[in-house]
């Protein structure tokens, strides 16, 4: 496993991905404050949608150039980072442990005519009986994970990756790494 220097690009934000990010923007900030209603999800955090969207598109036009691509995200939140990679172009899945999330990740994605897959399930395939995704077939990772999640979720990549696969581990604000299998 290697680690990749991206050097950030700026790509334009289409309107409907902006809003997207409006949109999980509120809902996040709605989770926040009825953190009861959603499982008692403790401190829900979402990723920066723009920056999410710079590191998608200069992850895919730099290491992954000229094909079509799989996404998966772990952990996908809001679904946020999911449909921001399906509006690139990828074919994209959020795996979510919270059913709650999965409704209204999927509720964004019919209102805003955004194709994308979200499952319901842990990331880790030895929490599930049946696998939910075949992760060998997956171009590109990405999650936000709680800190305490972070070695596990590499272990995870270096694991269940296909060589050459990406994993963009972001940290918050415009912290993050990417590692290539
Ligand atoms: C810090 S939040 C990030 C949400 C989203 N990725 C984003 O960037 O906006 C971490 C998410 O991971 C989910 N999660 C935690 N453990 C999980 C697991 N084992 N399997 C699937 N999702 C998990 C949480 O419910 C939460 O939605």
Not at 54 to 73: A, D, I, K, T, Y
Not at 121 to 147: C, E, M, R, T
Request: proline share 6%; aromatic share 10%.
């Amino acid at each position: 496993m290697e680690k990749i220097e991206l050097q950030p690009g700026h790509f334009s934000l289409p309107v409907k991905a902006n809003l997207v990010i409006q949109h999980c923007k509120v809902a996040a900030e709605e989770i926040c404050s009825h953190s009861d209603d959603y499982g008692g999800i403790p401190e829900f955090v979402p990723a920066d949608g723009l920056t999410a969207w710079q590191l998608l598109n200069s992850v895919v036009r730099q290491s992954l150039p000229g094909r079509e691509l799989n996404f998966c995200e772990w952990g996908s939140g809001t679904g946020l980072v999911t449909l921001l990679a399906s509006l690139t172009g990828m074919s994209a899945t959020g795996i979510e442990i919270d059913e709650d999330l999965i409704d209204l990740s999927r509720d964004v994605s019919r209102q805003f005519s955004v194709p994308a897959s979200f499952v319901h399930g842990s990331i880790y395939p030895k929490d599930n009986q049946n696998p939910l995704l075949d992760y060998n077939d997956v171009d590109l990772f990405f999650a936000y994970p709680w800190p305490s999640q972070i070695v596990k979720m590499i272990d995870l990549f270096k694991q269940v990756a296909a060589p050459g696969a990406i994993f963009v581990c972001y940290h918050g604000g415009r912290n993050y790494r990417v590692l290539q299998r």
